[in-house]
């Protein structure tokens, strides 16, 4: 009997050995699980703010690549630039005229008479304007006036001693220019059509040989800046990234110079304008703009492209100083948030396949330990057994 009793005792405490790792693997299984969650929450937390500070700064990168766009147009409109973008343009007219002039006079110089045939090119030369207000003049080399489409008070009129406001002589200036290259360029000023204030300007001339004409033409020099900026915010206001992104330009005084998305805004002064919170967002614009060199973030409520309702959004904002212009471009909070859910459901399905697997380990350690724990058992008893009756 007391063998009997002996035995038990083993397997009893067997049995509580199995238990005692029953509960330890269990607390471990528990204990992993918290783990994994605190370290999931953790990742998430950081991870949210990683992907804001990611988001300005990648904000931050696409307005300062826009500014430098601006720079590369702003650098053709330096004083030593600008002249010759001038230049290279009124080169450019000037021969596509003369091509037209030069295949009529090859036409009709054996059809025409010779006052027929001028007046015939004079009528050409005449009609051929351009941009704003470009257009071409006539003279001969005694600076009278043949053609002039804008100031025709000038025709037939000797020009030889006429005087901008800086004292020169422009139209002895031509004739010299003409007699010693037979083309070239003359500054001075002039007061564009329309206008009494005379402004910057330069005049290619060049002669054209059959009738000795002086045919000139010029462009003011704020007039092709003027058309550099419209340039350059066409160029800003074509760029798009990702699913909503855009860029507008603002100025100092919260007036819209360029919005591709709400057009109706361009031109307008937006100092009073307010978003659904009342928060004055262009004045914010301004204001971090003039304060921060590098721009900073803004945080407001913007209609998505195509949307009514307004949602938040943070945009990054930066002033280019030559031309008193404010760039920004943003990205939509729910946009950022979606990229965190994402993450949390991707760190939810990935606990809950650590919990499946440690509890599919478990159980199948806890088989193995029964199935162990029955042998040995069963091994034990049967021992006893033959020792007890043999």
């Known amino acids: 009997m007391t063998k009997t009793i002996s035995v038990s005792m083993r397997t009893k405490v067997l049995i509580i050995s199995i238990f005692v790792v029953f509960f330890l693997a269990v607390a471990s299984l528990i204990a992993t699980i918290v783990t994994v969650n ?71 110089k054996n059809s025409m008479s010779k006052e027929e045939l001028k007046q015939h090119l004079i009528k050409i030369i005449k009609s051929a304007k351009y941009s704003n207000s470009g257009y071409f003049w006539v003279n001969d080399f005694d600076a009278i006036m043949i053609m002039h489409p804008i100031l025709e008070q000038l025709n037939n009129q000797n020009l030889m001693d006429q005087k901008d406001e800086n004292g020169k002589e ?64 066409k160029t800003i206001s074509e760029i798009r990234y990702g699913n909503n992104g855009y860029f507008w330009i603002n100025n100092s005084k919260s007036k819209m110079i360029s919005h591709p998305i709400f057009k109706d805004l361009n031109g307008k002064n937006l100092s009073t304008f307010q978003d659904e919170n009342g928060q004055y967002i262009f004045n914010e614009f301004v204001t971090i703009a ?26 990054y904002v930066q002033k280019f100083q030559p031309w008193d212009w404010i760039i920004g471009t943003g990205a939509y909070v729910d946009e950022i948030e979606l990229k965190i859910k994402n993450m949390e459901e991707k760190s939810e399905k990935s606990l809950q396949t650590i919990t499946i697997l440690s509890a599919i380990i478990f159980v199948i350690v806890l088989i193995i330990l029964s199935l162990i724990t029955l042998t040995l058992s069963t091994k034990r008893d049967d021992k006893d057994y033959e020792e007890e009756y043999l």
């Open 38 to 108: 605190t370290i999931n929450k953790s990742n998430i937390d950081e991870y949210k703010h990683d992907i804001y500070k990611k988001t300005e700064i990648e904000l931050q990168n696409y307005v300062q690549v826009t500014i430098q766009t601006i720079d590369s147009f702003y650098k053709r409109t330096l004083p030593s630039k600008i002249k010759q973008e001038v230049k290279n343009h009124l080169t450019q007219r000037m021969d596509f005229l003369f091509s037209i002039l030069e295949e009529n006079y090859k036409i009709y």
């Open 170 to 233: 422009l139209f002895k200036a031509f004739v010299h220019v003409a007699k010693k290259q037979n083309a070239g360029f003359v500054d001075y000023l002039w007061p564009k059509p329309g206008m009494k204030k005379a402004e910057e300007k330069i005049s290619y001339v060049k002669v054209f040989e059959p009738f000795n004409w002086i045919i000139g033409t010029g462009d003011y020099v704020q007039e092709v800046t003027n058309k550099i900026k419209k340039d350059a915010i």
């Open 290 to 315: 003039n304060e921060k060199k590098e721009g900073g973030l803004v945080l407001y409520l913007w209609p998505k492209p195509g949307e009514q309702k307004a949602k938040p959004k943070i945009s």
